[in-house]
Nanobody
Framework: QVQLVESGGDLVQPGGSLRLSCTGS????????VTWFRQAPGKEREGVAG?????????YYANSVKGRFTLSRDSAKNTVYLQMTSLKAEDTAVYYC???????????????????WGQGTQVTVSS
């Protein structure tokens, strides 16, 4: 059974930092495409950051988070991280991890292309 489990969401003040984790079971996260999406109330789900490939790894970021969010991966733990800094109120959303093992998704931010999803973790940025 495939499972993706996100953790690390919290309430944080503007300008603060958080690190989200996405841990896989029944699926390897060190190949293919693993992407973080987010969905704010009343808004569509949007791609935030994608980690694509295995030996040659490519990172993609939405313009709204470039320079503030960083992806990393720990293959031994089968976990992908999203380090978020300089958080803003507009970053408030439920963050989801999605995976498509074995596929290098050129359109990394298209949610419909992903095979597996986590349950989400809430990030709230507020003073």
């Amino acid at each position: 059974q495939v499972q993706l489990v996100e953790s690390g969401g919290d309430l944080v003040q503007p300008g603060g930092s958080l690190r989200l984790s996405c841990t896989g079971s029944g699926v390897t996260l060190d190949r293919g495409s693993v992407t973080w999406f987010r969905q704010a109330p009343g808004k569509e789900r949007e791609g935030v950051a994608g980690l694509l490939g295995q030996i040659s790894v490519s990172e993609y970021y939405a313009n709204s988070v470039k320079g503030r969010f960083t992806l990393s991966r720990d293959s031994a733990k089968n976990t992908v991280y999203l380090q978020m800094t300089s958080l803003k109120a507009e970053d408030t959303a439920v963050y989801y991890c999605a995976a498509s093992p074995g596929h290098f998704l050129v359109n990394w931010d298209r949610a419909a292309l992903y095979d597996y999803w986590g349950q989400g973790t809430q990030v709230t940025v507020s003073s």
